[in-house]
Structure formats: structure tokens, C-alpha cells
């Protein structure tokens, strides 16, 4: 079992920037890809970042490409999503989560069943 918190969400003005955390306990997080999804109210989870268990492999969704970032810190079971730039279309909650199983060290997973455990999410509302 794999439980995951996030944090870091708040209200911000378009252009600015907010830096997400989501901290994994339960399992082996430095062996575990991870990625980030959005749903805003009214539409599909959709993919945002993606980083493999080395760090050494990412992926964005083309909407983030040049302003997100995707890190993680192994030792501090952690993975971190620097948001610049925001646009009032980046409101959503955004979740993190992990999949199941074990995977090579720069294999990362860009679609939603990809993943088997999500946190619970933390709101991101940028204001025009």
C-alpha cells in the first residue's frame, strides 16, 4: 500500500508561481516513478508530468512544456512540481501518484492507468 499527500496548493495570480509537494509513504519511493495529473471542475483527469525513479527521465503534457518542472527528492521521499507562468487555465486540483510493480530506471507513465495509487489532491486557482 502506498499513501500519498499533497501540499503546496493556494491562490495566485496569472503569471505567477507555486511550487507543489507530494510526500509517498507506504513503499520503496526511490524505486517508483511518479507523475502529476489535473482535473478542473467539469472536465477529465488529465496528465501533467511524469518522472521516472532516477530522475534521470521526464515527460510533460505539451500545455506545460517551458513552465512546469518535475523533481523529486529520494531521500526525503518527495516529488516536487515548480509551476511558472500560471494561466488561469492551469485552475484544478492536481494529484500526484505512483503505480504498481517495478519498473526500469527511466521508465515514466503519461496515462492515467498507468498509475494505481493518487493522493488526495490540493487546489491550484490562478486569477486572471
Known amino acids: 500500500q502506498v499513501q500519498l499527500v499533497e501540499s503546496g496548493g493556494g491562490l495566485v495570480r496569472a503569471g505567477g508561481s507555486l511550487k507543489l509537494f507530494c510526500v509517498a509513504s507506504g513503499r520503496t519511493f526511490s524505486t517508483s516513478p511518479m507523475g502529476w495529473f489535473r482535473q478542473a471542475p467539469g472536465k477529465e483527469r488529465e496528465f501533467v508530468a511524469a518522472i521516472s525513479w532516477s530522475g534521470g527521465s521526464t515527460y510533460y503534457a505539451d500545455f506545460v512544456k517551458g513552465r512546469f518542472a518535475i523533481s523529486r527528492d529520494n531521500a526525503k521521499n518527495t516529488v516536487l512540481l515548480q509551476m511558472n507562468s500560471l494561466k488561469p487555465e492551469d485552475t484544478a486540483a492536481y494529484y500526484c501518484?505512483?503505480?504498481?510493480?517495478?519498473?526500469?530506471?527511466?521508465?515514466?507513465?503519461?496515462?492515467?492507468?498507468?498509475?494505481?495509487?493518487w493522493g488526495q489532491g490540493t487546489q491550484v486557482t490562478v486569477s486572471s
Open positions: 501518484a505512483a503505480p504498481d510493480g517495478f519498473y526500469s530506471s527511466s521508465y515514466y507513465g503519461t496515462d492515467l492507468h498507468d498509475y494505481r495509487y
